[in-house]
């Protein structure tokens, strides 16, 4: 796979359109809203040294054979929700029943510079870790803190069976679990069910994410891959929504036993499978959503006015079009929101659940 075949759907100029009369003047831009920090930072000084040789990643193996599964969390180092369920999972001393697991704190230099008063600040050290997954970009001669950490952890990533890798979210949006552009990581993705929405898409223009990785996007290899956005970066509920995925992930494939608890979890509705069909990027500087959309939003009619992009006018090209993860500020040439449309469920599970579960 090349680095940049996970990038299909392009800039969208199908939504664009120029103003009509009745809608040709901008919204005022909205105030910045204040980001609230509800939950402090992990103190991960316990995994930092690491079992296996590796800074940062914890390694348990089972004497029963099954999948490796991975966790990985802090790939962007101030999305600190999945550090926190990991390393709840670490002072629980939880350990595979089968199979091994390897739980990864990634960009831990991005996580050391979190500042409460400046939140969204520790994303990265020099580039997002999440777009450079390919092996042209990893075996080539860049450097980067971030290129040095991904080539560092690579030897857990290529040998995942199955990898959730644990993100949060800046805007408001109902929690959803991102699939990527293979089938392996729909029916991963449908296996955990938690949460019910699953969105299928081929990526980000400006680099292939971990889930694009070709361990788990290639047809032919054994890897899949699906990755959590699991509520707002700094909420107590997307440490819990988190914790909900990560436990379900390890029952589905045996690494815990079944949950045995009464009364039953209430059932989750069956998970609904969408597919992102347009990527609308900002134009210009002056780009304004007419209200600010919640991700996860369904616009019934085709044609709605979603945003004002300078001359352009941005409209829903199809009914029951769903908004992934709009950016309510983006700067020009930055993604404003993706456009997504129902798909049937996939038809059978690859990841299949563990039959000796007991
Ligand atoms: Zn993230």
Partial sequence: MSCGSTTRPGPSPRVRGRPTFSDTLP????????????????????????NCGIPGVMHYQAARPGPHV??????????YAGAIAL???????????RGRLSLVFANLAAFAHFDRASPVASRFVDEDMNRLWCPQI???????????????ILPVIDSADILMDLHSMLWPGTPLMLAGGAESGR???????????IVSDHGHRAGPRLIDFVR??????????????????????????????????????????????????PPQPMPRHMMVTDIVTAQTPGFRFVRPFRGGETIRRRGTLLAQDGPDEIRTPYPDCMLVMPNLRPGRGQTAVRLAMRIPAPESSAVRRQPDQR
Avoid at 27 to 50: E, Q, Y
Avoid at 139 to 152: F, K, M, Q
């Fill in 27 to 50: 919204p005022p831009p909205a105030p910045l809203p204040r980001f609230d920090v509800d939950i402090p930072p992990p103190d991960l000084s316990p995994w930092l040294a690491g």
């Fill in 70 to 79: 991975v966790l990985t969390a802090l790939i962007h180092g101030n999305e």
């Fill in 87 to 97: 390393d709840r999972l670490l002072r629980e001393s939880v350990r595979p029943r």
């Fill in 138 to 152: 990893l075996s080539s001669a860049r450097r980067s803190h971030e290129l040095d950490r991904a080539r560092a």
């Fill in 187 to 197: 029916r991963l993705s449908a296996l955990v069910g938690d949460p019910p929405l």
């Fill in 216 to 265: 788990f996007s290639d047809p032919h290899s054994p890897g899949a891959a699906c990755l959590l956005e699991a509520g707002a970066h700094w909420a107590p509920a997307t440490v819990e929504a988190t914790d909900h995925a990560i436990r379900a992930l390890l029952r589905h494939t045996g690494l815990l036993p079944p949950r045995d608890e009464a009364p039953a979890p």
